[in-house]
């Protein structure tokens, strides 16, 4: 038997469906009843009216839609009812409706896309992630949904995709990478498909290069075996022996469409690195300096400067992999640095996902005790938000 949200949903949608049944004889009392004296002529009932019978046509489009994602063998949907006039397309709280429904047959009957059920590529769930959990990065966020989801909607991509995310620590670039498998895998980092490696643990010793490069190889083999859409994550990219940033070139490649390997088409590398944050914020304090908004630096004002900057780097071999020197990374995308406004609303969701009350001041005394650089200025966090959590836990005690 069906109980609590489960049971709502249910009834919710015996009411919206289309072609409910009605009782016989059931009478409407407010139809053909538009007299002034007439009590359903109340101005306040007849807005409810038309609001209840747009949700009905909306209700009707989306069950629809859904029928046909989870029985498309029975789908006989009529193109105009799909499409709806004036080319009507899902708002965002609408395929989250969608989404609902979806996640609701799915929890009893097999319906995954691509036929996987550990994919889940909730791209509307990724886009508010980015969109609101995340502070301070309007390009990451113009960034990384678009480019990842063309590429995990391509039916046949050329070549792995590869994001290189730079920026001071703090800044969200491990954050993002939460979201991304948070979002495109049942499992999170626990999926089969996803595989997390950090330089400095998985491998910090120097002469055992040759068997890292043989586990490395092997881990990546099984992965692309075991689904068919892949996601490796290196953190502390910049850290990497040559010899296994060598390993991975092949990977990268592009690829004749007869060469696409059947296990894996798809398959995303990130590259997690603090190397040359340092140059992100130079250029984004001289532009402030110059009287621009955060908000209107762009991809144009960064990019070149950071890809030149990690290319001359010397005490690293990451800018002198084939990775960089080949064009093999796609992006490489910046992550800026955070200000004191960013910090507090670091603070603000730390209270919220430990659901603790907050004040507006408690929020400004945490923010303050973060140390800003440059030393003139005072702007950037010189830890992003990478420490508000033990600060708040301080605070506390």
Request: glycine share 6%; with cysteine; hydrophobic share 40%.
């Amino acid at each position: 038997m069906l109980r609590g949200p489960w049971c709502q949903l249910w009834l919710f949608l015996l009411l919206l469906l289309p072609g409910a049944p009605e009782p016989p004889g059931a009478s409407r009392p407010w139809e053909g009843t538009d007299q002034p004296g007439s009590a359903w002529a109340w101005p306040g009932f007849q807005r409810l009216q038309e609001q209840l019978r747009a949700a009905g046509a909306l209700s009707k489009r989306y069950w629809t839609l859904f029928s046909c994602q989870v029985w498309p063998d029975d789908c006989d949907e009529d193109e105009e009812a799909a499409t709806g006039p004036l080319g009507w397309r899902l708002p965002l709280l609408g395929q989250r409706y969608l989404d609902l429904l979806t996640t609701w047959y799915c929890s009893f009957k097999d319906c995954c896309p691509r036929g996987d059920c550990r994919i889940s590529n909730n791209f509307t769930g990724l886009e508010w992630d980015l969109n609101v959990r995340l502070h301070g990065q309007h390009l990451v966020q113009q960034l990384v949904l678009r480019t990842v989801r063309g590429y995990l909607e391509t039916p046949q991509p050329e070549k792995a995709l590869a994001l290189s995310f730079h920026g001071w620590s703090g800044t969200g670039k491990n954050f993002v990478a939460r979201m991304l498998v948070e979002n495109l895998y049942r499992d999170g980092l626990m999926s089969d498909c996803v595989r997390m490696f950090i330089a400095t643990f998985h491998f910090p010793h120097p002469k055992y290069v040759d068997l890292y490069k043989e586990q490395l190889m092997s881990q990546i083999r099984e992965t692309q075996q075991l689904c068919h859409q892949t996601l490796f994550i290196f953190d502390e990219a910049e850290k990497l022996h040559p010899g296994l940033l060598e390993v991975l070139g092949p990977h990268l490649e592009r690829r004749a469409p007869e060469g696409h390997r059947a296990e894996s088409p798809w398959t995303v590398f990130l590259f997690l690195s603090n190397l040359r944050g340092d140059i992100i914020n130079e250029v984004v304090l001289k532009l402030l300096k110059a009287g621009w908004s955060r908000e209107e630096i762009t991809m144009e004002h960064l990019e070149p400067h950071l890809q030149a900057e990690i290319v001359e780097t010397i005490d690293n071999g990451f800018g002198h992999s084939r990775l960089v020197k080949e064009n093999l990374i796609d992006y490489f995308i910046p992550f800026l640095p955070l200000e004191y406004r960013h910090v507090r609303l670091c603070a603000r969701d730390a209270f919220l996902s430990q659901e603790l009350l907050y004040k507006e001041e408690t929020l400004d005394e945490i923010a303050q005790m973060m140390v800003y650089v440059p030393k003139e200025e005072q702007l950037f966090s010189s830890q992003g938000c990478k420490s508000i959590s033990q600060r708040i836990n301080y605070f506390l005690s």
